[in-house]
């Protein structure tokens, strides 16, 4: 691993950053990125840095901080505000106490704030506040890790590092750590590195740049350790060295993510999932002894909270009825896990879904769960990092990591669960949701993908026009993250849409709900020929592309066998019909028996429909002349057209984005019309 410190980075951060941040917490904020951002060294939260200091009190009298790293805060996208100042001599004396709850921690760090608003400081708070230099770095290196899940990782550690490295046996995270350090430090006098077996390492020196350094020479030196160990370790198989080919590969992850999906879903537990195929899953899958190791727990008991205890391994071509038996074989392992837990801790606790995050494939790779998309991403990645450890480790002797027991403490420790549950998305009626809404560029479709993102969705945006979609696309990314994903389709071709229909499934895993509303709005008398080529042009976008796109969500559906809901955009049209308008007008109504007849045909798969009902709706749909030329022919204002209905309000987009919502969430009705026109007595269903 090389040193990516750079004095003219350096620099250009302290010019970035407000003037008054001090010179020492830009340097800790700059060499805190730069370990963030190797993902060797830590993953999605992983790992905490810190400086010494000091700082002004609201009295304005001087006192020496430990700024370190805030919970919830990652190393690479690190700022002043994530690294909160403390009191530093009153966390020395806290470490030293004889015995200290997490709670009672926890109230103590957050009492020396200086800024009671700041987040909680990581629970090694106390680690580094004991520790002699004035900046520390702590990481969970994968070369470290690999080295330190040893059977005989301390003495091995040891013999790479010298005497100037401190080896901890494990004990848990937060106090019982920082107690076990406060014991051993002071008859080690020469020591500047601290390995936590099993767990990770720490490093130190009196400035940034030098703390950083020590850790890159570290890392460094486990590495070329292990490259020698893996030239005797015969190299598994690549899949273009099995002549696999990549199309049906895809299929075969397509078909899995639907069934996986489904069986999730039946369970109560929506997941995005995602494929990860990185050579190392092939390496793992390959290698005599990979599902063992990969059962015998995560690299460093951190990750357990992201990936559980072990994975689940399925054969490619699993059935249904395979994939539940397994999904109950794993939650029965998993209750008898906690069960054994709780019984040796002598604690109540409330069980945690038995669900596994990991299901590895061999062949054809790793299918992550998570909350949403970018859960479900943190899943890949840490799971990918506990899978080269692995091999690693094996390369180099063997793979024990810590046991069972060390695990259960750490997932039902209350101070992660206390954070995982800080860092959940906030709830809606639609979390766990994966929905595609056509013409989504603008108007309708995109306040209706708005609404739903709102409400928890994973949304797939698709629209035939490319630079709107990709705006309003990005737009909607800023505020929502890769809960966001578009995809350019014409809903009139099939082929357009069985491929959109495959980037929902390869982006999230599945799909829930389709809000069918790309459409247009042509005019003309039927029995004219200008109308009937009008009418003919538009049964292929406002009826027929409406059947393509449910024709292949339905079979997503189907296959996913966990429910769901096509919903398809009407009008009042439908129902009351204006003069001129029948081009527009007679697809309309046939969408409405489309909609009942997949109501009926569907009902006993627990799959539903709607259609909502709308009008004179500030849309693209209509250009503002041909607005001024229908209200003019009733004699109105534009505004006195749009608010011409029994409510005398103007309805808008939003309108229509709640009753899509709505329907998405009526477990019990199907088949359902609702009208959103502020009241049309002419437009009432019949």
Not at 9 to 33: F, G, I, K, Q
Not at 288 to 313: F, N, Y
Not at 573 to 579: E, H, I, K
Not at 670 to 677: E, S
Request: a negative charge; charged letters at 20%.
């Amino acid at each position: 691993m090389r040193s990516r410190f750079s004095a003219t980075d350096l620099r250009s951060l302290r010019h970035a950053l407000a003037p008054e941040t001090p010179s020492t917490l830009v340097e800790r904020v700059y060499t805190s990125r730069l370990l963030g951002a190797e993902p060797a060294l830590v993953v999605h939260g992983g790992g905490n840095t810190s400086a010494k200091g000091w700082a002004i009190e609201l009295t304005g009298e001087p006192v020496e901080v430990l700024w370190v790293k805030g919970s919830g805060w990652d190393l690479e996208t690190l700022e002043p505000d994530g690294l909160p100042a403390c009191r530093l001599e009153p966390l020395r004396r806290l470490a030293r106490l004889e015995r200290l709850s997490d709670e009672a921690m926890v109230r103590g760090l957050r009492a020396q704030l200086l800024d009671p608003g700041a987040p909680t400081p990581s629970v090694e708070a106390l680690l580094h506040a004991l520790l002699p230099a004035s900046v520390v770095d702590h990481t969970h290196a994968d070369a470290v890790l690999a080295l330190l899940t040893q059977p005989d990782g301390a003495e091995r550690a040891r013999d790479l590092w010298g005497e100037h490295a401190l080896v901890i046996p494990y004990v848990m995270p937060g106090f019982e750590l920082a107690r076990a350090v406060a014991t051993r430090l002071p008859f080690a006098p020469e020591v500047d590195v601290l390995l936590l077996d099993k767990h990770g390492i720490f490093t130190w020196g009196q400035s940034a740049e030098q703390s950083y350094e020590q850790m890159i020479r570290c890392v460094t030196q486990a590495e070329e350790l292990l490259q020698r160990a893996r030239a005797f370790v015969p190299a598994a198989p690549t899949s273009s060295e099995l002549a696999l080919d990549a199309a049906p590969l895809d299929e075969q992850r397509d078909r899995l993510s639907v069934l996986v999906r489904g069986a999730l879903l039946r369970r109560g537990h929506p997941s995005t999932l995602t494929w990860r195929t990185e050579p190392v899953w092939t390496a793992l899958a390959q290698h005599p002894r990979g599902r063992e190791l990969s059962l015998r727990g995560p690299a460093t008991p951190d990750h357990v909270l992201r990936v559980k205890p072990w994975p689940l391994w399925l054969p490619a071509a699993a059935t249904q009825a395979e994939l539940d038996a397994a999904l109950d074989g794993y939650a029965a392992d998993y209750d008898a896990f906690v069960t054994h837990g709780a019984a040796r801790r002598q604690r109540v606790v409330q069980p945690l879904a038995g669900i596994p995050r990991v299901f590895i494939v061999p062949g054809l790779g790793a299918l992550c769960a998570g909350d949403g998309h970018a859960g479900a991403a943190v899943t890949g990645d840490v799971a990918l990092h506990d899978a080269l450890v692995q091999l690693d480790a094996a390369a180099l002797g063997d793979y024990q990591p810590v046991s069972a027991l060390d695990l259960f403490d750490v997932e039902y420790w209350s101070l992660e669960q206390a954070k995982l549950a800080r860092s959940a998305r906030p709830r809606g009626a639609l979390v766990g949701k994966v929905a595609l809404v056509t013409g989504a560029a603008s108007g309708l479709g995109l306040a209706t993908a708005r609404h739903f993102l709102e409400q928890g969705a994973e949304v797939m945006l698709t629209d035939l026009r490319e630079d709107a979609l990709e705006a309003s696309a990005q737009a909607l990314r800023r505020r929502f993250g890769e809960a966001v994903a578009h995809h350019v389709a014409d809903v009139t071709s099939d082929a357009a849409v069985a491929t959109l229909m495959r980037v929902v499934v390869r982006t999230f895993g599945g799909l829930d709900l389709l809000v069918s509303n790309a459409g247009s709005a042509p005019q003309g008398l039927l029995h004219e020929p200008e109308g009937d080529a009008a009418l003919r042009d538009s049964l292929a976008l406002n009826l027929l592309a409406h059947q393509t796109v449910a024709r292949h969500a339905a079979e997503v559906l189907l296959r996913q066998a966990a429910g769901g809901a096509l919903l398809f955009n009407a009008s009042k049209s439908a129902f009351d019909p204006g003069p001129r308008f029948g081009p527009y007008a007679v697809p309309k109504a046939a969408v409405i028996a489309l909609m009942k007849q997949y109501a009926v045909d569907l009902g006993e798969h627990g799959i539903r429909t709607g259609a909502v009902n709308a009008d004179r709706i500030r849309t693209g749909l209509f250009d503002e002349a041909t607005l001024r030329a229908r209200a003019l022919a009733r004699g109105l204002s534009p505004e006195q057209y749009f608010q011409q209905n029994l409510l005398r309000r103007e309805t808008r987009a939003e309108d229509v984005a709640q009753a899509f919502a709505w329907l998405a969430t009526a477990q019990a009705t199907t088949g359902l019309v609702v009208t959103v026109d502020g009241g049309n007595v002419a437009a009432f269903p019949r």
